[in-house]
């Protein structure tokens, strides 16, 4: 079973358009993440979700919104994509504090591509 | 920013030892030291983390310098598919995962 699952795996669109990223994980983790890795392969934290409540947002422009319905999900839309947003994004899960085993696991990505 | 410093990259030859280095000289005392992997474009894979003790599981070996200022993780005899940047990380407990540029290791045939 894939534990933390991100789709689509691929995305190619025209700049202007809205889309969404979906994420999912069934390890009964309690925070979710959004990284973006760009060309040059530097992986930055974009938004953490702890119990459905947003808990870091960085510099991030408010073209881009989490989104979670539950615990199990956190979905990324992007609106007026622009050709900058192209790059890969990561889903991540980990257990909250109080706990030894806080690792993060990590989708596989969505490789996005504005045209 | 990242609180570690790591070389840009390595070689290792297979079959034998990689050893690769990690400084973090401003970490605090309940910050954890984790190392991760990104195999060509795929998502980070966890390896191993720890507090102070040294470490060891199925995948690798956790070396922590006594004044926790800098780490040395270890894979005990290094295969082709062990060639990806590896990702050195402080973080306290509820914190995010802050990545750096990390070691791309190049294991040789």
């Known amino acids: 079973d894939t534990a933390v699952s991100q789709t689509p795996k691929y995305l190619v669109t025209q700049m202007g358009n809205d889309k969404s990223i979906k994420c999912e994980q069934n390890l009964g983790h309690d925070t979710m993440y959004w990284y973006k890795q760009d060309s040059k392969k530097f992986l930055k934290i974009m938004f953490s979700?702890?119990?459905?409540?947003?808990?870091i947002n960085e510099t991030v422009p408010n073209r881009f919104s989490p989104k979670s319905p539950d615990k199990a999900h956190l979905n990324l839309h992007i609106n007026s994509l622009e050709l900058g947003d192209s790059a890969v994004y990561f889903c991540a899960s980990s257990k909250g504090q109080g706990t030894t085993n806080t690792e993060a696991f990590f989708g596989q990505g969505t490789r996005l591509t504005v045209v | 920013d990242a609180k570690t410093t790591q070389p840009t990259s390595m070689d290792c030859a297979e079959g034998r030892a990689a050893n690769l280095p990690c400084n973090h000289s401003t970490i605090s005392g309940n910050e954890y030291v984790y190392w991760y992997r990104q195999i060509h474009s795929q998502g980070p894979q966890y390896i191993i983390h720890g507090l102070k003790n040294n470490e060891t599981n199925e995948m690798a070996s956790l070396i922590i310098t006594e004044d926790r200022k800098s780490s040395t993780l270890i894979l005990p005899h290094a295969t082709l598919r062990d060639t990806a940047v590896y990702y050195c990380i402080v973080r306290v407990y509820g914190q995010n995962f802050v990545f750096g540029p990390g070691t791309r290791l190049s294991v040789l045939p």
């Open positions: 979700y702890n119990n459905k409540e947003l808990i």
